[in-house]
């Protein structure tokens, strides 16, 4: 079966380079300001599932760590099974999960159905080293980079509008915060049939031999075999380990400083949605000054930022110095993303570049998981819910997390494979 796919590809003619740009880069963008909606309105989402406030803070780290958990074990499949049947399948699938959460979010009516909504995001994860696989196989040699680096601004962007507008619409009345998630089910369904209808792969070569198990474990085995990639993704889950810890809590720091929820979720989308806009726009230059000064000096200072960057979220007095805040670690994020697939495109052998790409977001799984559990763990063990002294004891100690990332970033670079 997968000898005939591999035929079959090669006979039909492949999307333009430029085409699947667009079309990858309108799924991804459709994606991130879908999920940015649960990642900054969960708390503000619960109250309307019948979660007492005082139990917010802990289903927001549990279901936030849950989701992921749930998906782990099947993201090095999908590698497999996007060269065996098909890359844009694959792809397409996630569109179609993220379909059936959201309608699942509109429709619940307690927490336990949101919560089972929530965790069927776990089979939406693994696409995005498939979509980068398919997007080099047709990009030019000269454009590889420069089409990668583009691609790269389309979370951030999603990221950046998912915020401000849902925020908006909830503000305004226009929408409530479960009819917003019916709107994001119908943008997933149409990003979908897109990309199904119009997306035309490059020639793939044929799936190599072996149940998927073995395969999904040989590839789990050389993404962790190199200097290359163990110092950066180590460098990368300790940088998200010190993020995801605060993430997911620092609405609630908004909340705080509004004084209600009434009115929050505007405000959380103007501060949340800046820092992602920035980030998006940042993503290219990124990638250029990387090309000029090396890609370890700018993950460095990524972390330096990212760590100054939650020590004033720590402190910050007021909206106008936690949105200074929030927009300095969107930056750094963008960059550390930026910089982190550019040592992985430059440094990794041709022959486990596709599965390494594939890998490459494990670190932020297992980052997210470990993260928003553990402060789920630590507002458990607190007699009240206080966010703000809460959220502002984790961003002090995560950003003492970021200076050991910073002297690991040291030790990669594109020699070390």
């Not at 996630?94 to 069927?120: C, D, I, K, P, T």
């Not at 090396?294 to 972390?303: D, E, Q, S, Y």
Request: aromatic share 10%; charged share 10%; glycine share 10%.
């Amino acid at each position: 079966m997968s000898t005939r796919g591999a035929a079959a590809t090669s006979t039909m003619r492949a999307s333009s380079w430029i085409a699947l740009l667009v079309l990858f880069g309108i799924a991804s963008t459709v994606e991130a300001f879908s999920v940015s909606h649960v990642f900054r309105f969960l708390p503000l989402y619960l109250g309307t599932v019948q979660v007492p406030p005082s139990e917010v803070p802990a289903w927001t780290g549990y279901l936030n760590a849950a989701f992921f958990l749930f998906g782990l074990p099947l993201v090095p499949f999908w590698g497999v099974w996007a060269e065996r049947y098909g890359r844009i399948p694959i792809i397409a699938r996630s569109a179609f999960v993220e379909m059936v959460v959201f309608a699942v979010l509109w429709l619940a009516q307690n927490r336990w159905e949101a919560a089972f909504g929530l965790l069927l995001v776990g089979f939406q994860l693994g696409n995005t080293g498939v979509m980068l696989t398919a997007l080099r196989a047709v990009a030019p040699p000269g454009r590889v980079g420069f089409a990668i680096s583009l691609f790269g601004i389309t979370p951030s962007l999603g990221f950046a509008l998912g915020p401000v507008t849902g925020g908006w619409l909830v503000a305004h009345n226009v929408l409530n915060l479960h009819t917003l998630f019916a709107l994001d089910a119908a943008l997933s369904l149409a990003a979908g049939i897109v990309l199904l209808a119009f997306a035309r792969e490059g020639r793939r070569p044929p799936a190599p031999a072996g149940s998927a198990a073995r395969l999904a474990m040989n590839a789990l085995r050389l993404a962790f075999t190199g200097r290359l990639t163990l110092i950066v993704f180590g460098v990368f889950g300790l940088a998200y380990f010190a993020q995801q810890i605060a993430n997911p809590f620092l609405p609630l720091l908004v909340v705080r400083l509004v004084g209600s929820t009434a009115g929050a979720a505007g405000q959380i989308g103007i501060v949340f949605g800046a820092s992602a806009l920035l980030g998006a726009f940042l993503s290219p230059l990124a990638g250029a000054a990387g090309d000029r000064y090396g890609f370890r000096p700018l993950l460095a200072a990524a972390c330096v930022l990212a760590a100054a960057s939650l020590a004033e979220l720590a402190l910050a007095p007021d909206l106008l110095w936690l949105t200074v805040g929030a927009v300095a670690l969107g930056a750094a994020t963008a960059t550390a993303i930026s910089m982190v697939f550019s040592l992985l495109a430059t440094g990794v052998p041709e022959e486990r570049r596709a599965t390494t790409l594939n890998l490459v977001l494990l670190p932020i799984y297992f980052s997210s998981i470990a993260g928003r559990r553990r402060w789920s763990v630590a507002r458990t063990r607190g007699p009240q819910y206080r966010p703000v002294g809460r959220s502002r004891g984790f961003c002090d100690r995560r950003a003492a997390d970021h200076k050991v990332a910073i002297t690991r970033a040291g030790g990669a670079g594109p020699g070390d494979s």
